[in-house]
């Protein structure tokens, strides 16, 4: 079972930059694709980034794109989220994700991500 535990959420105003991090418990992480997803209240959950493992490839959302970056350390396990320029329409619970890699392409759908972390919240002031 994998499990993922995430950690850097907190309140920033408009502008500034935070980095969460996701620490993976499985060892053998290779063929997996990790994505970062948010969801605002009465919102539905969406993805904002996600990374194949092996590869390194990425996938952001338009919204995003620019301002974000994600990476992974193999030697730690663990997927990292750089959160610059900051806006307050980025306030959410960010939650990490896992899926099995079935194909090449890189999975954005909730539904295709088989582990989640518990969400840590990050609110940007206006």
């Known amino acids: 079972q994998v499990q993922l535990v995430e950690s850097g959420g907190g309140s920033v105003p408009a502008g500034g930059s935070l980095r969460l991090s996701c620490a993976v418990s499985e060892r053998t992480f290779t063929s997996y694709t990790m994505g970062w997803f948010r969801q605002a209240p009465g919102r539905e959950r969406h993805i904002v980034s996600a990374?194949?493992?092996?590869?390194?490839?990425?996938y952001y959302a338009d919204s995003v794109k620019g301002r974000f970056t994600i990476s992974r350390d193999s030697t730690k396990n663990m997927v990292f989220l750089e959160m610059n320029s900051l806006k307050p329409e980025d306030t959410a619970v960010y939650y990490c994700a896992a899926a099995v890699d079935v194909s090449a392409r890189i999975p954005t759908a909730t539904d295709e991500y088989d582990y989640w972390g518990q969400g840590t919240q990050v609110t940007v002031s206006s």
């Open positions: 990374i194949k493992w092996s590869s390194g490839r990425v």
